[in-house]
């Protein structure tokens, strides 16, 4: 097998609320390699964003061993992790997270400003992004001008726009009728085949048949980590 | 990032909470404002103050009871002063001779001059002068003559009129040899001054110059108030020596002992200037004392709208953060977005100043010197300003937790 994308080693993370102790991860370990397609389910409450904000560099462990591409995050100023979210790690969040005031295009761009792309070469990454996940013709729209499907398209293509290591993806249909849930299960199946790292979280069983290794999560621990044997590759509508 | 997006940034921020801002900018105006309004006032007044310092004449100097520009309470130290009698004066002028040529007069204000049914305005200032006068005063005959030693010794009632009186009381006539009123005595017009224009407001030519004798006898009640005597050294290399000849002489005439100050001013061009530029300079400071103050007090609010600023956008600092902004670009983004305000205002403040500075310009018939000195350093002081109130803020938006501020609602 190659060398993990993601080596996690007995991964803690507590919080303190007003004297006591949180458990929100207890002991976790995993290895992710490149190209995999993992779904992460459990219960509420059990911990899966806390994880996935881990991996995603966004929240660092209490303790425990958090290598990425070999480099220990454990060991990184907040600006190198900025550099590792912004190059490495393209994140879709359950609410989208679009800067409501920008438009679809600016949006999209964002990242590349902050990674130091050039104007010019900027519009037309940003362009093709938006292109790839069908929404060409919605360049200029807000936020607040798009479906839920299509914010969730344009905050797909935002992550997608750095040509990132893997693609991380908390609950990304859960703020979505099945209909455009499938819409962009469909995108994750796509980028996983054209050669992405795809995790992606989710309770329902239906969207995880689609992942090729699925964990699942109970009280901040992993309860089984399992191949998919027969992931299903067809969509259709209930 | 681009200092563009920054900006459109800022002035969308403006927009959204528009009365705190504008009561903030309005702040900072008036800080800048009283900055630059002080700075044009005082660059006209000292453009128009050296026009007069050179008509004045370089070998030229004056002993006053009082001095001309005074400053807080120096009215303590002149208010025991014995006035210049004419007595003493004639004696200077007597002894002086040889030296440096003198000229004594009085004037009084506010005098109407009348011709049949002619008047002026009351403005008329009302010169009582000797025969040297115009010499070292540079007082121009336009037409006719100026009057001489025996007019002034035997007080004959002639009187020498400005270009005002000439317009309002002879429209068209010629002047020469007709009579004028002053406070119900006659006078014979003799000769008639060149224009000089306007000076601090105050029209130049509303001017009558009768014999210091006459003007003692007929305004006997304004009689108490002090002779001025003007001296012209022959040279220039000869000025020196003659203030110090003419502080003797009138130390004499006064009784003064040695140990005694003087109970005069002697007023040269230097000495003239460089009691202006304290005046001047008082009054930039007190520009410059309240402005600042002003400014705090604008910097302190400034500083709570970005604070405003940033924990309203706390949930887009953290979308920023978790696409992979760094600390800096959020620092970065938040100081521009601060400067950007203070620079509006200060914009505003320097827009009215100027305006006030050409106000007051018209005011007193000169033109209003824009000081860009003070301009650059209001840009400078807006600049650093955003710079230190705006760190704060815009360290706090840098220094969110990524998380914490994408849960913020
Ligand atoms: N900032 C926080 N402060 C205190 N406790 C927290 C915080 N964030 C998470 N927790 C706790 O950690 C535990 C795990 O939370 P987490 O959000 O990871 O659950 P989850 O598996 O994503 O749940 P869901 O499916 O509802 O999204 C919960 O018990 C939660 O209350
Ligand atoms: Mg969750």
Known sequence: MSTPLIHIEHIARTYEMGGETVHALRDVSLDIHPNEYVALMG???????????????????SSGVYTFKGLDVNEMTDDDLAEIRNKEIGFVFQTF????????????????IYSGVSSEERKERAIKALEDVGLGDRMLHRPNELSGGQRQRVAAARALVTKPSIILADEPTGNLDTKTGIEIMKLFQDLWSKGNTVILVTHEEDIARHARRIIRIRDGKVESDTI????????ELP | MNILESIIQALQSIRANTLRTVLTLLSISIGIFAIIGAGTAVNTLEGSFNSQLVAMGQNTFMIKRTSSIQIGNSW???RNRKDITYQQAKEFKYQ????????LHNETDGYTAKRGNFSTDPKVTLIGADENFFIVKNFVIETGRAFGL???TSSIPVVIIGNDLVVQLFNGENPLGQYITLKNQKFQVIGTLKTQGSMFGRSLDAQAVIPLTVFSRYHSDEWTSSIEITTKAYSKEQLAQAVDESIGVMRSLRNLKPWEDNTFEVETNESVSSQ?????????VFGLGSGLISLLAAGVGIMNIMLVSVKERTKEIGIRKAIGAKRSWILFQFIIEAITLCQLGGLIGIFFGVLAGQ????????????????????????????????????????SLDPIEALRYE
Do not use: H
């Open chain 1, 43 to 61: 219960p509420s409450g059990s911990g899966k964003s806390t994880l996935m904000n881990i991996l995603g560099c966004l929240d660092t462990p």
């Open chain 1, 228 to 235: 998919n044997p027969n992931p299903v590759t067809k969509f």
């Open chain 2, 359 to 398: 106000g007051l310009g018209s005011l007193i018939s000169t033109e209003a010197a824009i000081p860009i000195n003070w301009v650059i350093f209001s840009i400078v002081i807006c600049t650093l300003m955003g710079l230190a109130f705006g760190s704060y803020p815009a360290w706090k938006a840098a």
């Open chain 2, 96 to 103: 002086m001779e040889g030296i440096s040529l003198v000229s």
């Open chain 2, 150 to 152: 025996t007019e002034v």
């Open chain 1, 97 to 112: 997270n679009l800067l409501p005031r920008a438009t679809a295009l600016k949006n999209i761009e964002l990242p590349l």
């Open chain 2, 76 to 78: 303590r130290k002149y």
């Open chain 2, 276 to 284: 202006f530029a304290s005046f001047s300079n008082y009054l930039q």
